[in-house]
Each structure stands twice: as structure tokens, then as C-alpha cells.
């Protein structure tokens, strides 16, 4: 499995305490959270200044590094800050750093891996990972963000189009769509040449749409949210991760992944940074995972 994605300095504030320059990224979370399930390869750029026990947290835990670019310059930073919504992270600062221009270059090794996570990158980085590879891969998944959305939605919508699960979250999904409606945005997703359409609804959960079914996966109960930053790209690293792991894309695995997903996102905001998912054991996501089938069974 391949993650496109973002390797990032984070500095967050929550209602629960910050962190400054804490390892963060789409990259960074999603094969972190893949990792659990499967052997992900990142292909991202870091700066001069990308602290090594970062590299070696992710090497140990079996990620390879042979896509990650170390270019002159400064990592990728950014600077959120949540209120007491905590599904809404507000962006005080976005310095792109050597992300700008970045031209990501996919090792030989990784060009035939059948499953393909492209995470928060500009579209057009999105669809050059992909324009690499041998073959088209077995899965495509990408994500985005209202920061993509704003500069280019229909970049965004070419995405969805070439992907067979395109992530996004409730607002960005009404966002995208122009539609309050997320039904109406799930359909619209569909419409653009998907089988399936998935939304995600931060702490609500997420909802799984195809022609003719539909699933609503819920949320976890979680009483202790830390920091959700980190949330979305951990649920789409497991999502892939668990489905490359498992090779099987029919409807009713899926419905299984996305509550494997979303008990790892559930961990994942219990601390800030990576410091939950660091230590999460299989043992602990499928506990969580069977306390998802009591929470829905009437
Ligand atoms: P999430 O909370 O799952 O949406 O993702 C949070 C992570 O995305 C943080 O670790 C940030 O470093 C990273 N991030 C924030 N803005 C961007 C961006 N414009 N492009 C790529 N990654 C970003």
C-alpha cells in the first residue's frame, strides 16, 4: 500500500492544552494508522529540518521511506486551533514550505502496489502519484480539504472522478456540492463516476452510500477528546490499510472497515499529535470494534 500525503510540523491548540511543532501530516497519520493492518510506503517531502526520530518512529514501525524527498527548505507547518466544536479545526497558519512545487517521484518499488491512499496534496500532485504507477492500482482512495476546495473545486471534482473512494468531511462534501443536503452530496458523488460514496462526520461518524444501499457508521462515544487533528487521515489509513490487509472490496467488508476506521480515528483524539496512535494495539481496535456492534444492534 502507497500513502500520498503531507509529512508536517503541527503547532495546536485545543480546549485541552497545545503542543507546539508536534509530527503531524496526512502522510504521517494515514500510514501510521495503515501501518496497523498492512505495510504502507509514503511517498511526501520533508525540509532539512524534519527532526530524524520522527523518520525513525516511522521506520520502526515497518513504513517505508524510500518516496519521502528531503528537500532544501522547511517542512510543511501548520497552525490550528479548536473551539469547543471540536469537529472544526480553524487554520491560523499554513506555511507550505517545501511543499511548494513539490514534484513527488514514485520509487520503482512502489509502482505496482495494488492499493493507493492519496492523501491532502494539491489535486494535481494527487494525479501525478497516480499517473505513475504501472497499472492502475486495485483501489484508489483520496481525501481533500476545504483548502483544495476553495482554490479549485473542479481539480478536486477530477479527483473523485479518478478515485473509486473519494474522502472528504460534511462540510466539505456541502462545500464541494453546494448543497446543505448530504444526501444530496453523497448522490452527487456517485453521479462522478463512483460506485460508492463515503462522508465523513468528525465525532458523528460517517456515512456509506452506493446506487441502491446505504450504511450510517456511527461514532464512537468517546468522553475524552484531546485533539482531533489527525482524525480524518487516520480513519482513510486504516480504511485503505484494512482493505489491502483483507483484499476484499465488497460491500459488506467495507461496511467492516469503515468501523475499523473509525475506532482507530476514536484512539487517535485521545492524545495530541500521534502519541495514542503510537501505542494503540490490535487487541485495542478490535475491542472498540466489537463495542461498535453493541452500540448499533436493537
Ligand atoms: P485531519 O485532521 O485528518 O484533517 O488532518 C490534519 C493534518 O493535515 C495535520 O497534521 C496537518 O499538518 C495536515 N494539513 C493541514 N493543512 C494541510 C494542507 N493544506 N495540505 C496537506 N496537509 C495539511
Do not use: C
Request: charged letters at 25%; zero cysteines; glycine letters at 8%.
Amino acid at each position: 500500500m502507497i500513502t500520498l500525503g503531507s509529512m508536517a510540523l503541527d503547532s495546536l491548540e485545543t480546549p485541552f492544552g497545545k503542543a507546539e511543532n508536534a509530527l503531524g501530516g496526512s502522510a504521517t497519520y494515514a500510514s501510521t494508522a495503515a501501518s496497523l493492518f498492512a505495510k504502507p510506503g509514503i511517498v511526501s517531502v520533508v525540509g532539512k529540518d524534519f527532526p530524524q526520530e520522527h523518520m525513525d518512529f516511522l521506520q520502526e514501525r515497518g513504513i517505508d521511506l524510500a518516496g519521502v524527498e528531503k528537500a532544501e527548505g522547511n517542512t510543511f507547518y501548520w497552525k490550528g486551533k479548536y473551539g469547543f466544536d471540536i469537529n472544526v479545526a480553524e487554520t491560523l497558519d499554513v506555511q507550505l514550505g517545501v511543499v511548494e512545487g513539490f514534484k513527488p517521484k514514485v520509487p520503482e518499488e512502489y509502482k505496482d502496489a495494488e492499493y493507493l491512499f492519496l492523501g491532502n496534496f494539491e489535486p494535481a500532485v494527487q494525479k501525478s502519484v497516480l499517473e505513475q504507477m504501472n497499472k492502475r492500482p486495485k483501489l484508489v482512495v483520496s481525501d481533500t480539504m476545504n483548502f483544495y476546495i476553495d482554490k479549485d473545486p473542479e481539480a478536486v471534482k477530477e479527483m473523485v472522478k479518478l478515485s473509486d473512494i473519494a474522502l472528504m468531511n460534511d462540510g466539505e462534501a456541502r462545500q464541494l456540492f453546494g448543497t446543505t443536503n448530504l444526501m444530496k452530496a453523497a448522490r452527487e458523488i456517485l453521479k462522478l463516476d463512483s460506485e460508492l460514496a463515503i462522508i465523513k462526520k468528525g465525532e458523528h461518524g460517517a456515512i456509506f452510500m452506493t446506487k441502491d444501499s446505504f450504511f450510517s457508521a456511527p461514532g464512537y462515544p468517546l468522553e475524552n477528546v484531546v485533539d482531533p487533528t489527525g482524525a480524518g487521515d487516520s480513519f482513510a489509513g486504516t480504511l485503505t490499510g484494512y482493505l489491502a490487509k483483507t483484499g476484499d472490496l465488497g460491500e459488506e467488508n467495507i461496511r467492516k472497515a469503515l468501523i475499523y476506521a473509525s475506532s482507530v480515528a476514536s484512539y487517535n483524539a485521545e492524545g495530541f499529535s500521534l502519541d495514542r496512535l503510537k501505542d494503540i494495539s490490535q487487541e485495542d481496535i478490535d475491542k472498540r470494534f466489537n463495542e461498535f456492534k453493541k452500540i448499533v444492534d436493537f
